[in-house]
């Protein structure tokens, strides 16, 4: 496992002087030492993605196409070991972990079967005359700022559209989880993306920062994080006018219909809510469930919740690992607090459950009953192992309550077909599950509305963040043969 800096195709120190450690969140074991990247080794990056950018513009969408795929058979290949990487530095299940290396892949697979969206278009723009011709071109530089819960996945879902469009890269993954871009970068090395194409520091997260937004060359930023640290960004990207996708804050509601198949509405909401120990920006984070299913509902995912197993990812009997550190555990543990002394009703977990030898990171799988708006957990995102349920007498009231929320990433509706699409429909975010506990997909738009950013990643929606258009009006030379 490489322990430096990809930039220029080299390995390189970082500028600081200093270095970081990045532990497993299971063990607290420091798992890498690596040189802190700052603002020397960002505009470093810069320079090589910029120098990189005329060549690899220049060459044919299937050409670039062909290194993608190569990169995704490899990641392929390399499942096992990239998802050990996955697991030993954000903690999920090793078997999540594999499903996040193949969602990866999937996003490199789908970005080179994109070459639609770079086709030109000869159209009829009302101009006797004039030949008019829209232009896809790539965008430039860009920045893509990815996070520590699928370390592997965003990373690939940002840099390859990027790549696919004719751009060149410089990513930043968090400082938690850098070990998984490395290895992202190395294998795109591998495949034959060629030096300076793809660039990867961390470190000084502000410095880096700073050094990207301020630079003239930087055309595009990709963000996915929280809301505060997008906000901050969108404000820095507004001096060089640097083009955005902010994919920010979530608070899902999950909402359960009059007539709903409980048993299956049980084991979606256990599927989509316990994932990465619920540490994901489409986790449900509000149940709201029809009043008369609501006991039953909340019984039966109450005791399927207490069958899931926590423990360290490495451990294959693992359902639910550790939050990533302790900050996360203290946010988790007063959202509980609030909801108990609001008048909720704990049906199961509630806190921390002791580990022998392991620190005090890992939450049970929790729910909570009788909840309603006026508490913490049903005002903003969680962020871990934490079901709150809502009884509602009517959709309407669990459209307005979803809907009374600043953020608007993802939605559940469980419910007969028919009706559950009417209800997603008026959900006010960007993407809605009906009957479906996984709607994210390589191949269709992921992003959000209002606090939860703009912008679209995957598909060709994904492609068409990292181009612009150009228009060509053209009208013949007089005289010209
Ligand atoms: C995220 O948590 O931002 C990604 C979730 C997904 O792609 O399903």
Request: charged share 20%; with cysteine.
């Amino acid at each position: 496992m490489r322990d430096r800096w990809l930039i220029n195709g080299a390995w390189c120190d970082g500028d600081t002087g200093s270095t970081f450690d990045v532990r497993d969140p299971a063990s607290d074991a420091i798992v890498a030492t690596l040189p802190c990247a700052g603002e020397k080794q960002a505009t470093a990056a810069v320079d090589a993605a910029s120098r990189a950018l005329p060549a690899w513009a220049a060459l044919p969408f299937d050409t670039r196409a062909e290194h993608l795929r190569r990169a995704a058979d490899a990641m392929t290949a390399a499942q096992r070991e990239l998802a050990a990487v996955v697991t030993q530095e954000c903690g999920k299940p090793l078997a999540e972990a594999e499903g996040e290396v193949r969602y990866a892949a999937d996003y490199l697979r789908s970005a080179a079967e994109q070459s639609q969206a770079l086709q030109q278009e000869v159209f009829d723009a009302r101009r006797p005359g004039v030949r008019a011709i829209a232009v896809p071109e790539p965008v430039g530089v860009c920045a893509v700022i990815t996070p520590w819960n699928f370390p592997i996945a965003m990373l690939a879902r940002k840099a390859a559209p990027a790549l696919a469009a004719g751009c060149t890269v410089v990513a930043k993954p968090a400082e938690e989880t850098p070990l998984s871009a490395i290895a992202f970068g190395e294998l795109m090395l591998q495949a034959g993306v060629p030096a300076g194409a793809l660039n990867v520091v961390a470190g000084d997260a502000p410095a880096i920062g700073a050094a990207w937004l301020a630079d003239p060359r930087v055309r595009k930023l990709s963000f996915t994080g929280s809301t505060e640290v997008g906000r901050m960004l969108m404000r820095g990207a507004a001096e060089q006018v640097i083009r955005c996708s902010m994919e920010l804050g979530g608070h899902a509601a999950f909402i359960v219909l009059e007539g709903a198949d409980v048993p299956a509405a049980v084991q979606g909401a256990l599927a989509a809510k316990f994932r990465n120990a619920g540490q994901t920006c489409i986790c449900p984070n509000r149940f709201l469930v029809h009043r008369s299913i609501a006991g039953a509902f909340t019984a039966q995912l109450a005791l399927a919740a207490a069958d899931l197993m926590v423990g360290p990812g490495t451990d294959p009997a693992t359902r639910v690992g550790p939050l990533i550190n302790d900050e996360a555990v203290r946010k988790v543990r007063n959202h509980v607090a609030d909801a108990l002394q609001r008048g909720a009703r704990l049906v199961v977990g509630g806190d921390t459950r002791r580990l022998p030898n392991r620190p005090d990171r890992f939450f049970e799988p929790t729910v909570l009953a009788d909840c309603h708006p006026e508490m913490l957990c049903f005002q903003e995102e969680t962020f871990g192992p934490v079901a709150p349920v809502m009884a509602v007498s009517q959709s309407a009231d669990a459209v307005r309550i979803a809907n009374a929320s600043p953020w608007g990433l993802a939605g559940y509706v469980f419910g007969p077909t028919a009706e559950a699409e009417r209800v997603a429909r008026q959900l006010a975010c960007g993407v809605v599950g009906v009957n479906e506990p996984a709607p994210s997909n390589a191949y269709a738009p992921f992003g959000g509305v209002k606090w939860s950013g703009f912008g679209r990643e995957g598909g060709h929606w994904g492609i068409g963040e990292y181009l612009t258009t150009k228009y060509l009006a053209v009208r013949e030379q007089a005289g010209t043969p």
